[in-house]
Every structure is written in C-alpha cells, then in structure tokens.
C-alpha cells in the first residue's frame, strides 16, 4: 500500500513535469491586429499631435505597432507593454495621464467645476422663479415707511418745480 | 435733500457664500490660472538657443557605441571639449541625407580629443535604429533619448536637429534641419576650438 503511495506521487511529478515542458514548448499565438491595437489605440506617439497610435499613418507610429505585436508574441502583458514605452519615450505617449501629481487635477476639475456649476445654476434658477422679500418680515411697519418716504419724496418735487 | 431711505424694494439675492468659502474659490481660481500660464509658457518657449547655458543631462548609449568604455554619459562629463548633440531617427529622411556628412566630421575630429559627437535616437525602436547606424557607418557614440529627456531639454520641434555646446557648457549654435555638406559642420566647429 505505502509502495502504491510513492509510485502515485512519482507518477505525478513526471506527468506535471511533462506537462509543462509542452506547455511552454507551445509557440505564442500571433497577436491580431485588434489586439494590437487595443493597445496602440491608448498610446500616443509625441511626434504625431493628437493622433492615437492605432490610426497613425507615420513610419515612427508604425514601427511602434510592429514593437508592440513583437512584444504580444513574447507574452508581455499590456501594462508592461505600456510601462516599456513610458519608459523608453516619456509619460506623454499615454492617452490617460496617470493619476500623480499635477495630473489629478485632470480628474478632479471637472466633476468639481461641472457640481459647482449645476449648484449656481440650481440657485439662480430658485432666484428667479420664487423671489423673496428680503425685509418684508412680519410685523414690520414697511407699508408705513413706504408711505412716509414717498411723501417726502414728493415734498421735495414740489419745492423744486 | 432725499437721505437714504430703508430698503422697501423686494431684493431678489440670497445671502451671499460665507466669506471663507469666497477665500477658498477665489484661492482655487488664482492657482489654476496661475498653472495655466506656466504651462502655456513653457509650451511656447522656441528651441535653446545660442548664448544658452545648456542644463547637465544624462543619457545611456546603445552596446556598441559606448563612448571610451561608458555607457552611460552626462553632458557634464565633456566640459572643456566641444560637443555636439544631433537627434535623429531611423524613420527620418532629411536624417539620412545628412548621416554620412556627420560620420565624415567625426573621422575628421575624433583623433583630435578636443570635440565629442553624441547622437540621439529621437522616438525611435532598437532594432530599426541600430539598422540605420549599420546602413551609414556611423560609429561616434549613439544613444536613445530614453523619456524623451534629452529633446525636452532642448525643446526640439523635431528631426533631425543638431547642437554645438562650447567648453564651458553654453550653446553656441543650432541647427535645425540637415546639414547639406562636412565643411559646413567643420565651419561650425572650427572656430569654436579657437
């Protein structure tokens, strides 16, 4: 029985030695060019302004999508593909900037600046629709005062015409 | 003599935000403006130019061509020698047009060790790159300007674009696009070394 044992465990150290060999004797399959330019598409080339990696037509943004399908076929994943070409060419070839630094304020403004606006526009909206006596508070002897005011108001016209 | 009277009128305006609220936007207002303009500035600043002071820069070079054994070098490392910093790419023509001109200066200069050719692949791939300096024999000391530090540094607006640094450090002269002969390159050079 124990003799059994050790057979089994042998038996499955070769099998899973096997296995691996396989495994990684297994080529990698050409990426497609979706795949490539899943990733091209969130990379930009610095000499081609505003032009994704993906549609770019320049030698240089070509030779880069040649790199990233080598680079696909060795088995990188996509964020050390991204991360060799920060790398290599600078945290400008991202189309997201990451999120250090100055570069928060591209994800905080807007929202901020957008909440702020709609709670503005809430207020002046409220304003407009529903305006409210100020001093008109009950009790108050506004009426009196109104009178009073444009009597001496009215005095003062008469003195002058 | 109408005096000021009480208000009577219907006022249609809330109460105004809580000063310290006021502070706060008016903060926030002043230091995105205040970035804005820094960084509209720097974006339009032109190239370096001569007369410049040249800020001290790093840059590693491919195997190969390492230059006296280094592969890593720092434009301080040359001060009391002329350099010259050209950046280029293999998927630049005007590049290619003046490639055998600049190896042709450095054979002319490079025994003399008072000057020091440095290239800087611009935005480029190894495998292409190291083709490019197989195709025109190029064998002065050859580098990628890895992050794109080296050409923000000097602000290029592109490839190729060359620069003469003097001994102490300061750039004497740009050249932006090819250079068209050798003599022109040594017309530059020359008189610096005097």
Redesign the interface.
């Known amino acids: 029985m124990k003799k059994l044992f050790w057979l089994s465990i042998l038996a499955l150290i070769i099998a899973s030695l096997f296995t691996s060999i396989v495994l990684a004797q297994q080529p990698v399959p050409t990426p497609s060019d979706d795949e490539v330019n899943h990733i091209a598409h969130q990379l930009y080339c610095p000499v081609c302004a505003n032009t994704p990696l993906d549609v770019c037509p320049t030698d240089a943004c070509r030779q880069w999508r040649d790199l990233i399908r080598q680079q696909l076929a060795q088995g990188w994943t996509e964020d050390q593909i991204k991360q060799y070409f920060v790398q290599q060419y600078g945290v400008r070839v991202l189309a997201e900037p990451p999120q250090t630094g100055f570069n928060w304020l591209i994800y905080i403004l807007p929202p901020v600046i957008i909440l702020a606006g709609a709670f503005v526009l809430f207020r002046a909206l409220r304003m407009w629709t529903k305006p409210v006596p100020v001093s008109a508070a009950p009790g108050s002897n506004q009426d009196a005062l109104k009178d009073e005011y444009v009597a001496r108001l009215e005095e003062e016209l008469k003195k002058r015409y | 003599?109408?005096d000021s009277?009480?208000?009577?009128t219907?006022?249609?305006?809330?109460a105004p935000p809580p000063i310290w609220a006021q502070i706060i936007i008016w903060v926030a207002l002043l230091g995105?403006l205040a970035?804005v303009y820094f960084e509209l500035n720097r974006s339009q600043q032109g190239q370096i130019g001569p007369g410049d002071q040249v800020s001290n820069f790093s840059m590693p070079l491919f195997s190969g061509y390492e230059l006296n054994g280094q592969s890593q070098i720092q434009l301080s490392d040359f001060r009391g020698k002329v350099v010259m910093v050209n950046f280029w790419?293999?998927?630049c023509k005007p590049c290619e047009q003046e490639a055998p001109d600049l190896e042709q200066a450095w054979q002319f200069y490079k025994d003399d060790g008072r000057v020091v050719f440095i290239g800087a692949d611009y935005?480029?791939?190894e495998p292409?790159a190291r083709a490019y300096l197989a195709k025109f024999g190029i064998t002065f000391a050859n580098g990628?300007d890895?992050?794109?530090?080296a050409s923000?540094l000097f602000r290029i607006k592109?490839v190729p674009e060359t620069y003469f640094i003097d001994q102490q450090g300061v750039l004497q002269y740009a050249q932006i696009g090819p250079f068209s002969s050798v003599d022109e390159i040594k017309s530059i050079i020359n008189p610096m070394l005097k």
Request: glycine content about 12%; cysteine-free.
């Open positions: 003599m109408i009277n009480p208000i009577t219907r006022n249609h305006r809330g995105l970035v790419a293999s998927w935005v480029d791939t292409e990628p890895m992050g794109t530090r923000q592109g």
